[in-house]
């Protein structure tokens, strides 16, 4: 038998890839070269047969081939694992009546804690000279016009001890003020702001933040509230925590409320029990209740609520993905695994008067649905047809992945490869008695993606990817930046103007700053947390359903593939979760070359030369 040029082809959910070997008689391979494209369409659906296409002629090309060459293309038995998400608020703070603000502006005035009535600045010159006042300013007024009438009024013996402006000119205000005050800017509804109230504004020195107005019995004492009074300023003081700059004020008509938003019930059903939990009761008691019903058959959530609109979304966006030609539509789509996870949301506090930010608790929801209308042979087909050689389905995808990771140097069996993708977190095991397992679980890269963008308020999912994908820096000076891990890198030319005394994304193109107020060990802290929350946690879960008897103790080898195995600090963080448990675990080398890729496409040449040499 003559050497056969055969191509393994591995259509994933988010990539394709390739790889070309030469297979001779008795099953010799010789490796040719790889290629890597991403997926068109669903994986395991017609419409992914474009990339699968792409990935063969890039690699022929890569190494001089022509496709009339081929013997065959062996592709990887792909059924869609489609997985969606969603998260929703649990908590809100709602301000009625204006009764208090908190504000955090970039650039407040002075500094200390101002109590006084509220009183507008045009009626200052009538105010009583033997009560304090905290004077508030309308837009439209020139920081010389405000320090001016400040000044008259102390001069006449009125005792200014805050101020209140529309406009951004606290530090040009204050370094006019022959006595300095707390001033506190960009109060964009300042026109709200009730007057003959008592109010109390603080501004904390540079690099500090505010201690009274942040805590509650410190609310408490400036007011004279009573205990009940005190409980319902609680979330008030919750979320001005970390600030720099607060104002608060008081009037007699208005209350604040934290209340719960009822987001309903989850139905987790499975083969022998259903399940019922409050969603509101978090993500730890949702995936304890999806431990009791395992294996998931399903889920439900409550009609009309929160919960219910999240798995409707999560349905409507599967049956969008899957229309071309699997025919599902959402009321067939069966969820087989869900991830929980509790998160932060900043939203922007009802009834606040400048745009007011608080962190609220939130659930994120990942759903995943494994399909069995794999049209992987209307896919070959057409392959076949396109490149005028054999197409042949070569192999189940997680048997497959152990073939090519086991070219990984220093592997052996018994071993578990886990898959870390954008969608779901995959794990399959190859016994030493040649017994193949395999799992999917909801969540992965997009879910991490979802939180840093939602914790961080950046609203801009591709700036979120780059915090999620490099490391962060904070520019010091035109010349020199601190790493996140404390070092100092200096340069020989000037960083660009725009980033200076930001926290930056180190991306290959340069850094990228952000655009949030979070220090750079904040921003470090959630990227960190998210990639706990999302890759440790489906990690160790996926292993627990493929290790013997869900011990991991009893688990040799593991190998970490795809995508998410390239990150800088996953594999770490992972590694370090399975320290314990005498695992040997580390980013695969599929092919001593290749890192994390290419796993599935060269189990697939693997299984091919195998049949050949018997």
Known sequence: MSDRLVVGVDIGNSTTEACLALVGPGGAVTHLGTALTRTTGVKGTPASTEGAL?????????????????????????????????????????????????????????????VGVTVSVLDLPEHPV?????????????????????????????????????????????????????????VSAVEKVPLGMRAAVEVAAPGRTIRTLSNTYGIATVFDLDPDQTRQVSPVARALTGNRSAVVVRTPSGDVTDRRIPVGVLELRGETRTVKVDVDAGAEAIMAALARVQPLRDAHGEPGTHVGGMLAAVRDTMADTMADGSGEAPGDIAIRDVLAVDTFVPAEVRGGLAGEIALENAVGLAAMVRTSRSRMQAVAARVAAELATEATIGGVEGEMAVLGALTTPGVQVPVVVVDLGGGSTDAASLSADGVCTAVHVAGAGELVTRLVDSELALDDREVAEWVKRWPLAKVESFFHVRHEDGTVQFFDEPLPSHVFARVVVLTPDGPVPLATRRSLDAVRRVRREAKQRVFVVNTLRALRQVAPDGDLRRLDFVVLLGGSALDFEIPDLIADALAGFGVVCGTGNVLGDQGPRNAVASGLVAAYANGLGG
């Open 54 to 114: 792409t990935a063969v002629r890039r690699v022929l090309a890569d190494v001089g081939r022509r496709p009339d060459e081929l013997d065959r293309v062996l592709l990887n038995e792909a059924t869609p694992v489609i997985s969606g998400l969603a998260m929703e608020t649990i908590t809100e703070t709602v301000i009625t009546e204006s009764t208090m603000i908190g504000h955090n502006p970039a650039t407040p005035g002075g500094e200390g804690l101002g």
């Open 130 to 186: 033997g009560e304090p006042a905290v004077v508030v300013v309308p837009a439209g007024w020139d920081f010389d016009d405000v320090a001016g009438a400040l000044n008259d009024a102390v001069a006449r013996g009125v005792e200014v001890v805050a101020a209140v402006l529309a406009g951004d000119d606290a530090v040009l205000v204050t370094n006019r003020l022959h006595t300095p005050v707390p001033v506190v800017d960009e």
